[in-house]
T-cell receptor, first 110, second 114 residues
Framework: GENVEQHPSTLSVQEGDSAVIKCTYS??????FPWYKQELGKGPQLIID?????GEKKDQRIAVTLNKTAKHFSLHITETQPEDSAVYFC?????????FGTGTSLTVIP | DSGVTQTPKHLITATGQRVTLRCSPR?????VYWYQQSLDQGLQFLIQ???????AKGNILERFSAQQFPDLHSELNLSSLELGDSALYFC?????????????FGPGTRLTVL
């Protein structure tokens, strides 16, 4: 089955700096890669996603890049704000099966 | 608020018992997904239903079962509970099935097995 690895497990950045979270996957059949943000006591919320036929996607301060050859994808958050502090999960999906990374706890220091 | 509701919010039970977790999807959503989130294994996909039919199966134990009813709400049944089943259980819903179909997560049910 699919194996998704996510790094780093914790990340602290100063407000205004950029944050980068990286994930790798093993199954070349995976073709959909969503990123979720989970705040304390809440369920995960989709923040951005990318399909395998696209190399990069941007939505305001958030961007995702995908390298299908190397089987890795990354989340980039620019101009971080304290409200970006949360746990972020990457996922790789094949059909209706979603495989999640182990999460990155991001802390933005004011 | 995602529009997905889950009950109960917290559940404390003993080993060997059976519990039922309930999920009501967003209005109009036909797909329901169940996930288990534990500290040591992260977020794991369990099972998906679409319009009453099972569509995909993940790492769901044989002691666990689920169903989706005609009104589209879903229940996850956990039996012969073990200490290791203690976790957060999330339900998510989406309008249909297939890729690129944004999943909206509920607030979760925290299960504690003593």
């Amino acid at each position: 089955g699919e194996n998704v690895e996510q790094h780093p497990s914790t990340l602290s950045v100063q407000e205004g700096d950029s944050a980068v979270i990286k994930c790798t996957y093993s199954d070349s059949a995976s073709n959909y890669f969503p990123w979720y943000k989970q705040e304390l006591g809440k369920g995960p919320q989709l923040i951005i996603d990318i399909r395998s036929n696209v190399g990069e996607k941007k939505d305001q301060r958030i961007a995702v890049t995908l390298n299908k050859t190397a089987k890795h994808f990354s989340l980039h958050i620019t101009e971080t704000q304290p409200e970006d502090s949360a746990v972020y999960f990457c996922a790789a999906a094949t059909g209706n099966q979603f495989y999640f990374g182990t999460g990155t706890s991001l802390t933005v220091i004011p | 608020d995602s529009g997905v509701t889950q009950t109960p919010k917290h559940l404390i039970t003993a080993t060997g018992q059976r519990v039922t977790l309930r999920c009501s999807p967003r209005s109009g959503d036909l797909s329901v997904y169940w996930y288990q989130q534990s500290l040591d294994q992260g977020l794991q996909f369990l099972i998906q239903y679409y319009n009453g039919e099972e569509r995909a199966k993940g790492n769901i134990l044989e002691r666990f079962s689920a169903q989706q009813f005609p009104d589209l709400h879903s229940e996850l049944n956990l039996s012969s509970l073990e200490l290791g089943d203690s976790a957060l259980y999330f339900c998510a819903s989406s309008p249909w099935t297939g890729l690129g179909n944004e999943q909206f997560f509920g607030p979760g049910t925290r299960l504690t097995v003593l």
